[in-house]
């Protein structure tokens, strides 16, 4: 079952790194956005997947620590991953695609809605480089009119 990186799990490499981080995010449209800051580590398990252990502030929480895996599955010609947090007990579970010029890692998920708990929501991940050493994590919720709105930005600042 041995398996040749493809550009694709070259692509998730860029991700491999120390980084620091600057949040921001607005939990409910009708409050002020809360800011907050913190660490990530990425190391590259057999150069096929990327596993992001993430430590910080997360806006609404208090102190977390986060995990996110990403790879590629050339079955399903699609990224695929995982991201759990210390404040929830949900598996979110990614599945995603480059755009055409290969800047952007689009990941969808289906999770708890944000205002009812009981309730589930689409999300959808943009994971956009800048430069080598600037990423941009962008967060959007697909609301009940349809209308997917943006409700989180990460800055990622590679320290080494």
Request: charged share 25%; proline share 3%; net charge negative.
């Amino acid at each position: 079952m041995q398996t040749e990186s493809q550009k694709e799990h070259q692509w998730l490499q860029k991700l491999v790194g120390e980084w620091t981080c600057e949040i921001e995010a607005m939990m409910q449209p009708d409050q002020p956005s809360e800011k907050s800051t913190g660490t990530e580590s990425v190391r590259s398990i057999g150069g096929l997947w990327v596993l992001a252990e993430g430590q910080g502030e997360m806006p609404g929480c208090g102190h977390a620590t986060t995990l996110m895996t990403l790879g590629y599955d050339p079955q399903k010609q699609r990224y695929v991953g995982t991201w759990v947090g210390s404040m929830m007990t949900y598996l979110w579970l990614y599945d995603g695609e480059l755009d055409a010029d290969e800047k952007v890692l689009m990941l969808n998920s289906d999770g708890p809605a944000m205002a009812d708990g009981e309730k589930m929501a689409k999300y959808r991940d943009m994971i956009e480089f800048k430069s080598n050493d600037h990423r941009v994590m962008t967060s959007y919720v697909l609301g009940d009119d349809g209308q997917w709105r943006h409700f989180m930005t990460a800055n990622y600042r590679r320290q080494s």
